[in-house]
């Protein structure tokens, strides 16, 4: 199992790509995904589902041309749909340019099986109201969108954020992980989960 990084669209939000010798998964498509259809193709991969952490406008610019290019269905967290109503979802906003409207299915928290991939999904909100981190035990990895990065956390003043919610969901969900564990954020370089117990400021070496 191999995870590769695409920084993508224009505020080159990283978007994943996890696959094994025949099948994928991407996580957050937040730009033009042709460079990851590329290397799929190159690698004879199909994808079989996109996944979401939230709906804010960075990290699915490039949910509606992937899914078509290669009929993944959508998936995303139930408590974020209302932000495709609104700006932080429809983008738009700072000259930049609009999210084409795609379809999304609900996935709800708990144990999902992706094709090859077993997966736990959990309800992290705190940066938006329906983010969900996807914890794949077998690649020791959670992709944990906006929640928390190296040495930060996500921002909580956008409608739906809020910080204690925030801390909470990190605490109860992602420090409670093995302390391995790879955490895969939607900005920035990667870390684990004993890195941010032990040096995260905003946890005071939880």
Do not use: W
């Amino acid at each position: 199992m191999e995870i590769k990084n695409f920084p993508l669209g224009p505020l080159q939000t990283n978007c994943y790509l996890l696959y094994d010798d025949s099948e994928a998964l991407v996580i957050d498509p937040g730009g033009d995904p042709t460079q990851l259809t590329d290397f799929v193709k190159e690698h004879a991969l199909t994808i079989t589902h996109i996944l979401n952490t939230h709906l804010h406008f960075d990290h699915t610019y490039g949910n509606k041309v992937l899914s078509e290019r290669t009929g993944a269905p959508i998936l995303c967290g139930e408590h974020d749909l209302p932000l495709l109503e609104n700006e932080l979802g429809r983008g738009g906003t700072f000259g930049l340019p609009e999210v084409e409207p795609y379809e999304a299915e609900i996935i709800e928290p708990g144990e999902h099986t992706f094709g090859n991939f077993s997966c736990t999904v959990f309800h992290t909100p705190g940066h938006s109201a329906g983010s969900l981190t996807f914890h794949f035990p077998d690649a020791q990895a959670a992709f944990v969108g906006d929640l928390i990065f190296y040495r930060s956390i996500g921002r909580t003043d956008f409608p739906g954020g809020d910080l204690e919610v925030l801390k909470n969901s990190v605490k109860e969900y992602i420090f409670t992980l093995p302390p391995e564990t790879l955490l895969l954020s939607g900005h920035g370089p990667e870390t684990s989960v004993a890195d941010e117990m032990h040096h995260n400021p905003f946890f005071g070496g939880y």
